[in-house]
């Protein structure tokens, strides 16, 4: 619906080329190019990432490239999580000199689409491999106009070098499933630059003049002319720190979703830059239990106004609301008609709409654990139940009616409270094949189905 | 001798007549039983014609249309200026709309006193003891071309492939045999059934462009090869309904019955029988009084076990039927399977509530947007709480009016309008009509949901 064209830039295969490293002379400013800038070229890797999709009914390995750059002495690189995440079971860096060395998964936020990842520091000291590091620059200091270079791998050719400037940076973007399948850009704004970014430049620095890394490349238009996004560095920063210390980003949800008040003040009686709207509240959240609701508008979060008067104010007023601890409470001043009250809202962890996958192979049969936030947007009675995000012709799971998009409720009179249950039904089955009755939701309908040997 | 001669040359005569009937000459006659049914559907948007072939029933000119004869999504209020053409006439004579009767789908129509006499009703050819049609049975029918051929009738003949139960009888024969509505008979002229819509057939299609065939399914909308017999059709020709609604109208309140398929019925030991999963109980329902819970297996009626049905789909209409030939009040006892456990439930009928179609509604033609009472039928697709019914539905958007522009779809639900709530249908055509009236306003502001996120439109009234 919304940016449709906005595609993550990794690329999808896997291209055996013969890459010749012909030294690069930029037409900048003044002397050339400064130390800090090539020092910068020898931190930014390549990452050729192995990974297991379930969709088909199976386990199915896949690969991609994409860019990353090296932010600390000990090889901590920081990259997109629509480059690697948890389903990567083989990461491969190239380093600045070609030699590849293995690294690990510390970490990912699909929200920022950011994930760090650590070099093996056993095969470093074994092979007794160097390597610089960047170093941030701060992204509100960026002004429209700046020169920034895009480093990365597009297309498979290692450390190129793109130049541009600074084209907005403040961007708004907000997807729901931009980072494989998983949301992003809830909470932050993005860069925008006309630095050419390609598929593969995904993860790659976004720097400055000086070679300081002022944010992470993360996508661009498809058919557009350089246009593309990066994540600010000081948003980066702070993830990459939470990733290392935590090696996940929790936040708090309530439950609102904020629209921009543009050309509504007016009509709810404000006076301008006032007020957030509050469009929807989701069934059963925090915010719909403390009696809040669409039309609403937000004016203050405890005690500190806000204004979200264009949407590209709404990113930050959302992230003040996650920053805060899982559990706390929340006071929300809220106007509604004539009247100003306060609401009292304790926040939950926000989840993903995307649950945990698995692939039921003797069954031909992928699933997806529903997610309390999966349930929410669809109307469902419960989190219980595994959605089916495919199956394999001819097996089992297929023959006996299973369709993509179902939401298998039970298995044999066992409620699916978790992932485990339906794996246990699943092992029991590959021991000692037996017919397997499911209980299956599809829209509304339930029905039965047979899963046969 | 001689006259012992005569009488067999006579008896075989008789018999050859009996034998090779007058088709033709029976088919004339039939006709005046059929007639074209001509109206006009009238929406927001657009006027059009509706046309349909229909079957005289009885004496006072009482016509039966099939149940596709009229979009479901139309209001009576909206069928306009009914007029019945006879076959092969050019002239038309001004009918009534009576309504359409829930159990068999059939709208009725009456026509008017002017062309009564030249009618004759279906029952007429029909033997008392009227019979099944037999497998490979030559039966004959008839089909009317169109309006621009004065309906002229035709002749359609082919015989009886299979009869299934779907759930009631239905006689599939090898090629077309009457118009969807129209009658056909044996060879003897007793009328045997009723044209149902066609069943769409599958073709390979080949074309220049592309390599290999494209499998295509064709439905032919004149005429078909399916017929409900005479038995399923001969004893509901009473049902002429007593308002355009059809009411009283059982109500049962069961969401969303899904067929038990063969695996699932082997795996449950059901036997040979069919059975049907009730996937929710909507609240406020006799169902829900009577102690049906979501996910009940329904497998008898009244003590008799569902019977078996190919395909599996048919017992959801054979339930639905079951509750519809009740009347709101009457006693339903179902035998239900819950878990593992087999339960009686007795239910008593209640009355259908406010169906989407009695719902009132009101084109405002400033916003585009015709907004319609919010029903019992609109909570359950909502999962809303039915016994609160308050805003309005969007059952119109008008393609680039003011509402639409806004971002306001078709079945988004209204709640709020400017800020206020919408109680009822009342209050929101008070103020949609303030709004439209009053000529110096630039916008107004709509709270609306759609799938159970709300959003806040503006809609700009210039």
């Known amino acids: ?453 | 001798m001689m006259s012992l001669l005569r009488f067999a040359l006579l008896a075989s005569f008789l018999a050859s007549a009996a034998l090779a009937a007058d088709v033709p000459a029976l088919w004339r006659e039939r006709l005046q039983s059929v007639v074209a049914v001509e109206f006009y559907a009238e929406t927001e948007a657009e006027r059009r014609t509706g046309i349909s072939y229909g079957t005289v029933i009885d004496e006072q000119g009482t016509i039966v249309l099939p149940p596709v004869a009229v979009n479901p999504r139309l209001t009576p209020s909206q069928l306009k200026d009914f007029k019945v053409y006879r076959p092969g006439e050019p002239e038309s004579t001004p009918a009534e709309y009576l309504g359409q009767d829930p159990l068999t789908g059939w709208h009725f129509v009456r026509a008017g006193e002017a062309v009564r006499k030249q009618l004759v009703p279906i029952t007429r050819w029909a033997s008392r003891t009227p019979r099944e049609p037999a497998l490979a049975e030559d039966l004959w029918g008839i089909g009317l071309r169109n309006k621009d051929e004065d309906f002229f009738p035709y002749i359609l003949k082919s015989h009886v492939a299979l009869v299934q139960s779907l759930p009631q009888r239905t006689a599939i024969l090898q090629q077309e045999v009457a118009g969807p509505g129209l009658p056909a008979f044996d060879m003897e002229g007793n009328f045997a059934g009723l044209g149902l819509s066609s069943f769409g057939q599958n073709y390979v299609q080949f074309s220049n462009e592309a390599r290999g065939g494209r499998p295509v399914i064709l439905v032919n909308v004149e005429e078909s090869g399916a017929l409900l017999t005479a038995g399923e059709v001969l004893p509901y020709l009473k049902r002429v309904p007593q308002n355009v609604f059809g009411r009283p109208l059982a109500w049962l309140g069961a969401y969303a019955l899904e067929p038990i398929d063969r695996e699932a019925a082997r795996f449950l030991k059901l036997g040979n029988q069919s059975a049907a999963v009730i996937s929710e109980v909507t609240a406020g329902s006799p169902a829900e009084a009577g102690g049906l819970k979501d996910r009940d297996i329904i497998l008898a009626i009244d003590g008799q076990t569902l019977p078996r049905f190919r395909p599996d789909g048919a017992v959801v209409q054979f339930v639905g039927r079951e509750v519809l030939r009740r009347r709101p009040g009457d006693l339903i006892r179902f035998t239900v399977l819950r878990g593992s456990e087999r339960a009686e439930v007795e239910i008593r009928l209640g009355e259908q509530p406010k169906l989407l179609l009695e719902a009132e509604r009101q084109y405002f033609d400033r916003l585009g947007l015709t907004a319609r009472e919010f029903v019992y039928d609109d909570a359950v697709m909502r999962r809303a709480d039915p016994s609160q019914l308050t805003g309005v539905v969007a059952h119109f958007v008008k393609p680039n009016g003011s509402a639409a522009i806004a971002g306001l779809g078709t079945d988004d639900w209204i709640k709020e309008i400017d800020g206020e709530e919408i109680r009822s249908f009342a209050a929101a055509k008070f103020k949609l009509a303030a709004i439209e009236a009053d000529r110096t306003r630039g916008e107004c502001v709509l709270l609306v949901s759609r799938g159970g996120d709300t959003a806040v439109l503006r809609v700009k009234l210039q």
């Open chain 1, 1 to 453: 619906m919304k940016q449709a064209t906005v595609n993550s830039f990794l690329s999808r295969s896997i291209f055996a080329l013969a890459v010749t490293f012909v030294a690069l002379v930029f037409p900048a400013r003044g002397a050339g190019v400064s130390r800090g800038f090539n020092r910068l070229l020898d931190a930014v890797v390549r990452i050729d990432v192995r990974e297991v999709a379930f969709e088909a009914g199976t386990k199915r390995l896949s690969a991609g490239i994409g860019s990353g750059v090296i932010l600390s002495k000990d090889g901590l690189i920081l990259t997109n999580a629509h480059v690697v995440s948890p389903r990567a079971i083989e990461i491969s860096v190239t380093l600045a000199n070609l030699e590849r060395v293995g690294a690990k998964l510390v970490g990912w936020d699909h929200w920022t689409d950011l994930a760090v990842i650590r070099l093996d520091a056993d095969e470093l000291k074994r092979r007794n491999l160097k390597f610089a590091h960047g170093e941030f620059g701060d992204s509100d200091k960026l002004f429209l106009g700046q020169t920034v270079y895009a480093v990365g791998t597009p297309h498979g050719l290692t450390r190129t070098v793109s130049r541009g400037i600074i084209s907005n940076n403040r961007r708004y973007f907000q997807d729901e499933r931009a980072v494989n399948g998983y949301e992003t850009g809830a909470f932050n704004t993005w860069l925008q630059t006309d630095a050419a970014i390609n598929p593969g430049n995904s993860g790659g620095p976004l720097v400055d003049e000086d070679g300081r890394v002022v944010g992470i490349n993360a996508r661009g238009y498809i058919g557009a002319d350089n246009l593309g996004f990066a994540i600010p560095s000081n948003i980066a920063k702070r993830v990459l720190e939470g990733l290392v210390r935590d090696g996940a980003i929790t936040r708090s949800y309530i439950g609102v979703v904020p629209g921009a008040l543009q050309d509504l003040e007016s009509f709810y009686a404000l006076s301008l830059n006032t007020g957030v709207l509050i469009n929807s509240v989701d069934p059963g959240s925090p915010a719909a239990r403390s009696g809040l609701r669409g039309g609403d508008i937000l004016l203050a979060i405890d005690g500190e106004k806000v204004d979200g008067r264009f949407r590209e104010q709404l990113p930050p007023i959302q992230n003040t609301i996650a920053s805060r601890a899982v559990g706390s409470e929340i006071k929300l001043t809220v106007k509604r008609g004539a009247e100003t009250r306060d609401f009292t809202v304790v926040t939950e962890r926000l989840e993903s709409r995307v649950g945990e996958e698995w692939a039921l192979e003797k069954w031909g049969l992928s699933v997806r654990k529903v997610s309390r936030t999966f349930a929410r947007e669809n109307q469902l009675q419960s989190a219980d139940g595994v959605v089916v995000i495919g199956t394999q012709p001819g097996y089992p799971a297929e023959v006996s009616g299973l369709k993509r998009g179902d939401i298998i409720l039970r298995a044999n009179q066992q409620t699916i409270d978790s992932l485990e249950v339906i794996k246990a039904v699943h092992e029991k089955f590959s021991e000692q094949p037996e017919p397997v009755l499911v209980e299956v939701q599809r829209n509304r309908q339930i029905s039965l189905f047979v899963i046969k040997p």
